[in-house]
């Protein structure tokens, strides 16, 4: 069975610092991993996205500059790191991971990935 826990998330003041992880079991990904974010009353969003070679990497407009991708292979882990948090970050963020190959565009998109995680809260005080 195939499982995604992400931890990490918590409260912090604006311009502060959050780290996600995201570990994956039951199976290891060739394809994509994402992070997506949903706050209260608004759809899933996306995030960051970051094929397993480490190549791929890109992220929304709102969180460029401030949000780093990574992941860990050797641990089958993805990562967030999430600098100069503004209140407007707060939401439920969630890790994602591909099945299988789609079309490029549905990376940045809900539809192109296949296994999601619990979420984990991040609220950012003003």
């Known amino acids: 069975q195939v499982q995604l826990v992400e931890s990490g998330g918590g409260l912090v003041q604006a311009g502060g610092s959050l780290s996600l992880s995201c570990a994956i079991s039951?199976?290891?990904?060739?394809?994509?991993m994402g992070w997506f974010r949903q706050a209260p009353g608004k759809e899933r969003e996306f995030v960051a996205a970051?094929?397993?070679?480490?190549?791929?990497?890109n992220y929304a407009d709102s969180v460029k500059g401030r949000f780093t991708i990574s992941r860990d292979n050797a641990e089958n882990a993805g990562y967030l790191q999430m600098n100069n948090l503004k209140p407007e970050d707060t939401a439920v963020y969630y890790c994602?991971?591909?099945?299988?190959?789609?079309?490029?565009?549905?990376?940045?998109?809900?539809?192109?990935?296949?296994?999601w995680g619990q979420g984990t809260q991040v609220t950012v005080s003003s």
């Open positions: 039951g199976r290891t990904f060739n394809y994509y």
């Open positions: 970051i094929m397993w070679d480490g190549d791929g990497i």
């Open positions: 994602a991971a591909s099945g299988a190959i789609y079309s490029n565009s549905y990376y940045y998109t809900t539809r192109g990935y296949d296994y």
